[in-house]
C-alpha cells in the first residue's frame, strides 16, 4: 500500500486551516459565555454584593429605575457586546465611546467605577468573578469542544482518509 502523499500533505495543510478556524471558534464561544454570565448575574442579582443604600434606593423607586444592582435604565446593560481585536482576541464591553445618555459618562468608565468602587460607591465586583469562574472552568469546555470537533472532523474526512490509503494509488 503506497500513500497517496500529495493529497496527504494538502490535507495536512487543512488541519492548519482548521485549527485556526477552532481556536476562532472557541475564542468566540468564551466570549459569548462570559456575556452571557455577566447577564446572568445582572438578572439574578447572585453575587455577595453589599446592597445599595437606603437613600439610593429611594432615589431609584423615586425615578421608576430598576433596584438592581448594575441596573437603572438598562443602558449599561444593553451596551455590552463582544469585540474583536486586530490581535484576533475577543473582549465583553461597550462600544469605546458609548455615553450613557442620562450621565454623559462612559459606559466603560461606569462598569469601572462598579467594579472597583470609588469615593462614594463600594466596589461590586462583576466581571472579576466571572472571569474567575472562566478560568477555572475552560480547560474542561475545551477538552470537551476539542473532541466534538475532532469527531466531527473524523467523521467528514473518512473518504479523505480512505483515499489517502488507497492501494489503487
Known amino acids: 500500500m503506497i500513500p497517496n502523499f500529495k493529497h496527504a500533505i494538502n490535507k495536512l495543510k487543512r488541519v492548519g486551516e482548521k485549527v485556526k478556524e477552532f481556536n476562532d471558534d472557541f475564542s468566540r464561544s468564551e466570549a459569548e459565555l462570559f456575556l452571557k454570565k455577566i447577564r446572568d448575574h ?14 439610593y434606593l429611594e432615589y431609584k423607586n423615586r425615578f421608576g429605575l430598576s433596584t438592581k444592582i448594575w441596573m437603572s435604565t438598562g443602558e449599561l446593560y444593553r451596551s ?21 445618555s442620562d450621565t454623559d459618562i462612559l459606559i466603560n468608565d461606569i462598569i469601572k467605577f462598579m467594579e472597583y468602587g470609588t469615593k462614594n460607591i463600594p466596589a461590586r465586583p462583576l466581571f472579576t468573578p466571572v472571569r474567575s469562574y472562566m478560568s477555572m472552568t475552560r480547560p474542561f469546555r475545551y477538552v470537551n469542544n476539542t473532541k466534538k470537533v475532532f469527531v466531527k472532523w473524523l467523521k467528514s474526512d473518512k473518504d479523505d482518509l480512505d483515499r489517502i490509503t488507497d492501494n489503487s494509488t
Open 80 to 100: 455590552l457586546e463582544i469585540f474583536k481585536d486586530k490581535n484576533n482576541k475577543y473582549y465583553v464591553g461597550a462600544p469605546v465611546d458609548t455615553v450613557h
Open 42 to 55: 445582572i438578572d439574578a442579582q447572585d453575587l455577595p454584593w453589599k446592597p445599595l443604600s437606603p437613600s
